[in-house]
């Protein structure tokens, strides 16, 4: 009978059998994927270790591709950092070069959006990815319009998704829709709901009968945005588009600004255009077609940036038209567009 000892020894040798076994397995894989051939003889296991960490690099530089491929597919809200000038209680360190901020007042500048700490100098230097954070986003009306929905993670403010499906439901065959004004305090009322209780306001019939309310309360939102949605940079080229007297030209011009906007501005005005759209179905209820919505709401989507009184006043004109053009064309003006890079 054999001794207590030669079976562990016995059980030893196995489980030293089976491990080379495994590794030998691991090895043919391995060679195989890095498209080597292997002869009787087994390299030395020294040999392998190069190998792995080469075979493991190349694989996590296939998985970063892929990411960053992936990543590339997404929507950009790139957003520049909301620097102001602040005095930092206590040591700070700046945020991006590391060195201490001194000072006993204006030490530095802070992102009045996400918080980030930096010196005046590096605040220059900072790259334009601010993610605004809940916490120091304290408004919905008058916020930046990137700023809010970053800081949601939508695409689209909540005021405006609130309001437009309040409308679709309960108002759309409602006469001057969006023309006729509900009462201003009612209106304001709305507006501190959302700055205070956001996706929790309550603006359905029962807390306001009348529709005007909501459709001012959108209005109101839209005019107090600090960038249009068809922002300043953008607003030229708009107005050169609509002035093209070729229809097929002046459709092409504007399906080409558009595709630039900012995403966050795109895809407002995209909801919103759509959304015109379906009002101009009722129009024979709500009395408000294409042109009558234009002269509504071109003032409101677009502002002359710096321009004079006179020049101004001109363009209001072609205002109406683009937000026409727009919302007749809306199927094509606003087909996916193929990058997401380039913004005005």
Known sequence: MPSRESCIGR???????HKPRHDGNQQDMLAAALGMRMGPQKPPATFWQPLKLLAYSQLTSLVQRATVKEIDRTPKYEKVHNFKVHTFRGPHWCEHCANFMWGLIAQGVKCADCGLNVHKQ??????????????????VYSCDLTTL?????????MVVDMCIQEIESRGLKSEGLYRVSGFNDLIEEVKLAFNRDGEKTDISVDAYEDINIITGALKLYLRDLPIPVITYNAYPRFIE???????????KALQDV????????????RYLMAH??????????NLMNAENLGIVFGPTLMRAPGV????ALNDVRYQRQVVEVLINNEDTCFSERSSQGNTI
Do not use: F, Q, W
């Open 122 to 139: 590096c605040s220059k230097m900072v790259p334009s990815d601010c993610k605004p954070d809940l916490k120091h986003v304290k408004k």
């Open 308 to 311: 004079d009184a006179m020049t």
């Open 149 to 157: 929905v970053k800081a949601h993670d939508a695409k689209r403010p």
């Open 258 to 269: 558009i595709k630039l906007l900012p995403p966050a501005h795109y895809e407002t005005l």
């Open 11 to 17: 059980k030893g040798n196995n489980s030293l059998v």
């Open 241 to 251: 588009a609509v002035k093209l007297s070729n229809p097929e030209e002046r459709l």
């Open 276 to 285: 015109l759209k379906r009002v101009t179905n009722y129009a024979k209820d």
